[in-house]
């Protein structure tokens, strides 16, 4: 079984940064693709981005493309969070998964890390 853990979340001010990260046991990270997702109170999770296995292909959504940077070394799994918004405050999950896509084919995920966003 995989394990995912994140770390990294808190609380910052409108036009901060954070940057969240994601610890795996083995080859997670050359083995699977890894992504980003959030979910806020009485909404659905929502994708972030994604990387995949070989770590050259990334995928961003529409609501943090050129705000948010997706990376991974041999040790951990990163999210780099720039010019953060209110609108960005939920948790985050880190998943792993087939391929690097915004739904589905993600079979493991961690326990999720809460950001929280002033005005």
């Known amino acids: 079984q995989v394990q995912l853990v994140e770390s990294g979340g808190g609380l910052v001010q409108a036009g901060g940064s954070l940057r969240l990260s994601c610890a795996a046991s083995?080859?997670?990270?050359?083995?699977?693709?890894m992504g980003w997702f959030r979910q806020a109170p009485g909404k659905e999770r929502e994708f972030v981005a994604c990387?995949?296995?070989?770590?050259?292909s990334t995928y961003y959504a529409d609501s943090v493309k050129g705000r948010f940077t997706i990376s991974k070394d041999n040790a951990k799994f990163y999210l780099q969070m720039n010019s953060l918004k209110p609108e960005d405050t939920a948790v985050y999950y880190c998943?792993?998964?087939?391929?690097?896509?915004?739904?589905?084919?993600?079979?493991?995920w961690g326990q999720g890390t809460q950001v929280t966003v002033s005005s």
């Open positions: 998943a792993a998964g087939t391929a690097c896509t915004p739904s589905g084919g993600y079979d493991y």
């Open positions: 083995g080859r997670t990270f050359s083995r699977y693709a």
């Open positions: 990387i995949s296995r070989n770590g050259i």
